[in-house]
């Protein structure tokens, strides 16, 4: 049964940004409602009602996976120790985004999967055999009947933008090699109750996944997860290693000390959420606190990032350019255009964050450490970044 625990308010597509800001635009854009379920059956928690995905991942698509150096050491690393480990010929990638991953392959050895043609057209140049599609049985099939089983299925921050998740698991099922491997990743419900991270809920975030809601899910695909990690990217994610039910792989102490802390977490239980939804309520009052307080000194802030996450956070607390002047991104295809729901303009960072600015949001806060280095000098003259996880709080040198 599905219980819902936490109500995010009227949210917008994260992903659409605004060109401009006059009337009729405004009145064209789109929102919803972000409520949040648990359910007890499965133990997976998810958005109420998700959003078409052929709203969000059109041809216009923002994120760009490599636009960060922290996400470009990750895709290098996982790529060379799968290679290592499982020794794949054929490799696929679901979601390829700008390539980022695919990078690190030579092109004969693995196809990409990306249904947001301005992205699959990069990757096309790139080299990589792209297929501009989303994920479904019956682009399964048509893969396989050209290149037959696949031995290595990779996805990272997909997954979970898929509502129909027993299309995905059978999808996958039907592409694999008899002892062919899926590894996934996706940002973890653990870290999210834990960090206190609510903004890790948007449109494109239909699932936050835990073990045991995983575990079930795949079952009923003749799947199962034979190891996990549990890893510091976005904030928190995690990363499950997926074979065939009667595939050669044993199953690793990983995946039974985790089950058993997410029980002990209460992952299984609808009370653990519905406490998380109460703290969410005292992060809202207290950054609503702190940055009228700091406004009322006649201070200036700015966001650092527009990422989808800080949409969250903008559209929940109701902040807009009363609070926050301007955000600064260094993906250029947001630059000069206006954040989804609160319409906060966004500026290139041009040599980071200028002179006059005494606070910085952390819309990006899951690459802080990144950012406290490239931005020293704002820390040295004084500057605070205001960060709304696991608690809200000021952080200076
Ligand atoms: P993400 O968490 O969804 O990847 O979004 C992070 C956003 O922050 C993305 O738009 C890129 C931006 N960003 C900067 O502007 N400067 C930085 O130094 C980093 C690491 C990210």
């Not at 059978?170 to 002892?179: E, H, Q, R, Y």
């Not at 260094?330 to 005494?358: L, R």
Request: net charge positive; hydrophobic share 35%; glycine share 4%.
């Amino acid at each position: 049964m599905k219980k819902t625990f936490l109500n995010l308010l009227k949210q917008p597509i994260t992903n659409s940004y605004l060109t401009k800001i006059d009337k009729k635009t405004k009145s064209k854009e789109f929102f919803y409602n972000l409520q949040v379920v648990y359910d007890s059956k499965t133990h997976l928690v998810s958005l109420s009602k998700p959003v078409n995905p052929k709203m969000q991942f059109t041809d216009k698509y923002a994120h760009r996976a490599s636009q960060s150096i922290t996400m470009l050491k990750a895709f290098k690393k996982v790529s060379q120790n799968l290679k290592k480990r499982f020794k794949p010929n054929k490799t696929m990638e679901i979601g390829s985004n700008d390539g980022v991953f695919l990078k690190n392959f030579n092109k004969k050895e693995i196809i990409a999967v990306e249904p947001c043609l301005n992205l699959a057209m990069i990757t096309k140049k790139m080299g990589y055999l792209t297929y501009p599609n989303f994920w479904t049985k019956s682009l399964a099939k048509k893969i396989f009947k050209k290149y037959k089983g696949i031995d290595l299925i990779y996805s990272a921050n997909t997954i979970c933008h898929i509502p129909n998740l027993k299309e995905v698991f059978d999808a996958v099922s039907f592409s694999l090699n008899s002892d062919g491997v899926f590894v996934f990743e996706d940002p973890y419900i653990g870290s999210v109750l834990k960090m206190n991270s609510y903004d890790q809920f948007y449109d494109e975030h239909v699932h936050l996944f835990s073990l045991l809601s995983i575990s079930k899910l795949l079952k009923k695909s003749n799947l199962r997860i034979f190891d996990v990690q549990l890893l510091s990217t976005h904030g928190g994610s995690i990363r499950f290693y997926v074979c065939k039910k009667f595939s050669k792989f044993n199953c690793s102490k990983r995946v039974f000390k985790l089950k058993s802390k997410e029980i002990k977490f209460g992952l299984n239980k609808y009370k653990t959420y519905l406490m998380f939804a109460k703290r969410v309520k005292k992060s809202k009052k207290d950054l609503l606190k702190l940055l009228k307080n700091i406004k009322s000194k006649r201070k200036k802030i700015i966001s650092y990032g527009a990422s989808y996450k800080s949409a969250t956070i903008y559209n929940y607390c109701n902040i807009g350019t009363d609070l926050i002047d301007y955000a600064i991104d260094t993906t250029k295809n947001k630059q000069g255009k206006f954040t989804p729901g609160k319409h906060i303009p966004i500026k290139a960072p041009n040599g980071g964050i200028k002179k006059n600015v005494d606070y910085a949001f952390l819309g990006a806060w899951n690459f802080i450490k990144e950012i406290k280095k490239k931005e020293k000098n704002f820390l040295r003259r004084g500057g605070k970044f205001i960060c709304h996880v696991p608690k809200v709080k000021l952080i200076g040198l």
